[in-house]
T-cell receptor
Framework: KAGVTQTPRYLIKTRGQQVTLSCSPI?????VSWYQQTPGQGLQFLFE???????NKGNFPGRFSGRQFSNSRSEMNVSTLELGDSALYLC??????????????FGPGTRLLVL | AQTVTQSQPEMSVQEAETVTLSCTYD???????LFWYKQPPSRQMILVIR??????QNATENRFSVNFQKAAKSFSLKISDSQLGDAAMYFC????????????FGKGTRLSVIA
């Protein structure tokens, strides 16, 4: 089975722009979670989607949004980029969002640099 | 809220030796999962091992094993016969069984392996 894929892998944007990141989960997985990783803050949870519904949301401003499609692929969008949004954005998928089948598998990440 | 603490920011081990990474967590739940993830310089987060709280037997995966002490809320990772490829950041993570809260990560332990 193919693993979690994320596109693009690297991205350079300027302040004020917006960006969309994409995540394709492992085939059959219906839950997708997004994390932001920075040297200062570590791994921070952004949101989780299951069957096209947002199940959990982290403590991020409204500039960060996401969605999930019927094929379980997910996108996250960041509007009005700030320098502090520079980070590695990780996507993880799992078969379900609870119970015994909950184990998250991560993609390679998208490295975003905001200038 | 659940928290995960990794008290060792950095550790080192000689090749072929054994090293133990510490993790403690705080929760009021009785059913939950604990994970160790490895993040090498490539930044891909890789699942190392998983433990279900209802299982008394400690999980093992080849050279990796855990010491799960539920009463003490401790979940340490032992790496035997350390190899150069084990050098990475190691993250301990927690999630409750219901899935109502997201995966919670510790701040990580950077492991160096000395040849």
């Amino acid at each position: 089975k193919a693993g979690v894929t994320q596109t693009p892998r690297y991205l350079i944007k300027t302040r004020g722009q917006q960006v969309t990141l994409s995540c394709s989960p492992i085939s059959g997985h219906r839950s997708v979670s997004w994390y932001q990783q920075t040297p200062g803050q570590g791994l921070q949870f952004l949101f989780e989607y299951f069957s096209e519904t947002q199940r959990n949301k982290g403590n991020f401003p409204g500039r960060f949004s996401g969605r999930q499609f019927s094929n379980s692929r997910s996108e996250m969008n960041v509007s009005t980029l700030e320098l502090g949004d520079s980070a590695l954005y990780l996507c993880a998928s799992s078969l379900r969002s609870s119970g015994d089948v909950y184990t998250q598998y991560f993609g390679p990440g998208t490295r975003l640099l905001v200038l | 809220a659940q928290t995960v603490t990794q008290s060792q920011p950095e550790m080192s081990v000689q090749e072929a030796e054994t090293v133990t990474l510490s993790c403690t967590y705080d929760t009021s739940e009785s059913d939950y999962y604990l994970f160790w993830y490895k993040q090498p310089p490539s930044r891909q987060m890789i699942l190392v091992i998983r433990q279900e709280a209802y299982k008394q037997q400690n999980a093992t995966e080849n050279r990796f094993s855990v010491n799960f002490q539920k009463a003490a809320k401790s979940f340490s990772l032992k790496i035997s016969d350390s190899q150069l490829g084990d050098a990475a950041m190691y993250f301990c993570a927690y999630r409750d069984y219901s899935g109502n809260t997201p995966l919670v990560f510790g701040k990580g332990t950077r492991l160096s392996v000395i040849a």
